[in-house]
Structures are given as structure tokens and as C-alpha cells.
């Protein structure tokens, strides 16, 4: 059942106030952690976070002391975590609290691999999904090479048009292949596939070699957020 225009302002503002209360809670006096989990690193896991329903989340691994990935937030840009390489048990938990499992992955890491971990779907009528991304990125980049993530509930697909490359389609929950393009200024489009409707439109300026994800999260119609991570 689609949310009532008072629920989707109830899940709105109660996510607002989280992103803004584990900023808080992450930006504490001197002698404590960073908050982050860790500092960033060119490879490892990052959680890519497209539930305007969810609550910040936590990754941790059967493999590690304390949280790899720390109060990521809906639409944060938190780049990748090290990880130790072997087989483990990768948690998505609700920040803070260890015991409040989301999801679970059995995963063997490769050393120097990249994964992200997808939060998408919502409170009501999809609930909350996850997905385990190996992130494989090109070996060889002829400019800047662009892939986008749905996950915004309202459009079970969504088509992706990237300035300067190609257009794909892209079911809820998954991700394009990786397109490349010129470097310089590249715009990146969606729509829903089913009507035409305009999901999201977003500009940034690539650097030549380099790959990007583009997350898009949120909800058609109500409130949409692209976020631009650089994987290589």
C-alpha cells in the first residue's frame, strides 16, 4: 500500500532527525573515535544506503573487533572501509547496536576487492532489502566509466542516460554495467521506465581514469537523492 502523504512526512522528518542526530553523536570531543569505522581506504566496503525509510546503519564483520563501517546515513557518500581478506560474515546492523541484525552475507574477500552493500525498499509495501555488490570495476578506462544504482522505490525500473555515453535500463535493486564516457562535466539522467516520469538528474565533474557509482535512493514522487561515489 503507498504511504499516505502524513506517513511519508513522518518518515521523512524522523529520518531527517537521525541523519542529524549520529552526525552529532559522530563528531564527538577530543580522545574519541571518528565515528566512521575507520578511515577511507581504495578498497574494502561501503554501505550505499537508499532507504529514506531506514535508520543509519552499522557493517561488521565475524573478522573484526569493532564496526568496519560506522552510522552510515540514507544518502551518505561514506567511501569504502578495509577488511581483512578471507572468508567472513559481513552484518548490516542498525547503528549502535550490534544485536539488531538487517541482513547477513557469507563472503569471501579477495585482497584489494571492493563490495558495497545496498540498503533499498522502505517500511510498508516493498520492506527493507539488501544486497551484497561485488564492485567490479574496469581494468582499463578510456575517460571516466559511470554505472548507477536504483534504489528509490516507486519505479520498478528506471532508465539511465549518461551524457556524453550510453542509456541503460535498470531494475529495482540492481545496477548498471559501467559506461563510459568523456571526463569533464557528465550529467547523469534517470527515468521511470514504466512513463517517462524524471527520477533524478545530477552533474558532476569526472576526472579522466577514474570510475563512479551513482546511488539513487529515496521514493518517486515524494523525495529522490543521487549520490556519486568514486570507486577507482
Do not use: W
Not at 70 to 79: L, P, R, V
Not at 198 to 204: D, E, G, I, Q
Amino acid at each position: 500500500m503507498k504511504k499516505t502523504d502524513q506517513s511519508r512526512s513522518v518518515h521523512f522528518i524522523v529520518a531527517t532527525l537521525l541523519v542529524f542526530t549520529f552526525a552529532a553523536c559522530g563528531g564527538g570531543g577530543g580522545g574519541g573515535g571518528s565515528g566512521d569505522g575507520g578511515s577511507e581506504s581504495a578498497d574494502g566496503v561501503r554501505v550505499l544506503h537508499g532507504s529514506i525509510d531506514a535508520a543509519p546503519v552499522d557493517v561488521i564483520s565475524s573478522t573484526a573487533s569493532s564496526a568496519v563501517v560506522s552510522q552510515a546515513t540514507f544518502a551518505g557518500a561514506k567511501g569504502y572501509r578495509s577488511l581483512s581478506s578471507g572468508d567472513q560474515v559481513l552484518s548490516l546492523t542498525r547503528a549502535l547496536n550490534a544485536g539488531d541484525v538487517i541482513s547477513s552475507f557469507n563472503a569471501n574477500i579477495e585482497k584489494g576487492g571492493r563490495y558495497s552493500i545496498l540498503l533499498y525498499g522502505d517500511g510498508d509495501t516493498f520492506g527493507l532489502r539488501t544486497r551484497l555488490i561485488v564492485d567490479e570495476v574496469p581494468q582499463e578506462i578510456a575517460g571516466v566509466a559511470v554505472r548507477v544504482v536504483n534504489g528509490v522505490t516507486g519505479a520498478a525500473a528506471i532508465s539511465v542516460s549518461i551524457s556524453g555515453g550510453g542509456s541503460e535500463q535498470v531494475g529495482f535493486g540492481q545496477n548498471s554495467s559501467y559506461i563510459q564516457t568523456s571526463p569533464g562535466d557528465v550529467t547523469i539522467t534517470t527515468s521511470r521506465a514504466a512513463d517517462g516520469q524524471r527520477v533524478s538528474s545530477v552533474t558532476r565533474t569526472m576526472q579522466a581514469g577514474h570510475a563512479y557509482t551513482v546511488l539513487v535512493g529515496g521514493e518517486v514522487g515524494y523525495y529522490v537523492k543521487s549520490v556519486i561515489f568514486t570507486d577507482k
